[in-house]
């Protein structure tokens, strides 16, 4: 029945965009979790850095799922070449975390050093790309 309500370009788009917006909220979830600081609370209180890596997070996960859409026929497929495309960009902010021994990421983002957010930003950004070039 999926099958032939996806064969409507309408409820195509209606679904991917659905599911699409679900995984962006479960994956920015588990970010969360992981991180030392409050994305949300210090977003509102205007910490530019937080705000910079969690901008890039969010275009991250939403590029993986970008490619895992175009390469895939069903969108459980999609969905479920998006779900490793996060885990693999999960990896790679832990690895980012691991590989940088002189100060921690997380801290340095919550106290707003900008050029730690930015630097965040730019490696989610970029490692989407790669990551959804190889999903596929």
Excluded at 21 to 32: N, R
Aim: glycine share 6%; net charge negative; aromatic share 16%.
């Amino acid at each position: 029945m999926v099958d032939s309500l996806m064969s409507h370009p309408f409820l195509a788009v209606l679904a991917y965009f659905s599911v699409g917006i679900l995984a962006l909220i479960v994956f920015l979830s588990c970010f969360e979790w992981v991180t030392k600081y409050e994305s949300w609370d210090e977003i509102r209180k205007g910490n530019l850095s937080v705000a910079m890596a969690t901008g890039g997070k969010m275009f991250g996960i939403c590029n993986i799922f970008r490619f895992s859409i175009q390469a895939n026929d069903t969108i459980y497929e999609s969905l479920t070449w998006a779900a490793v495309g996060f885990v693999l960009l999960l990896v790679a902010y832990f690895l980012f975390e691991f590989f940088t021994p002189v100060f921690r990421i997380d801290d340095e983002i919550g106290k707003d050093n900008r050029a730690v957010g930015f630097l965040a930003m730019i490696l989610s950004v970029s490692l989407s790309y790669i990551i959804g070039a190889a999903v596929i």
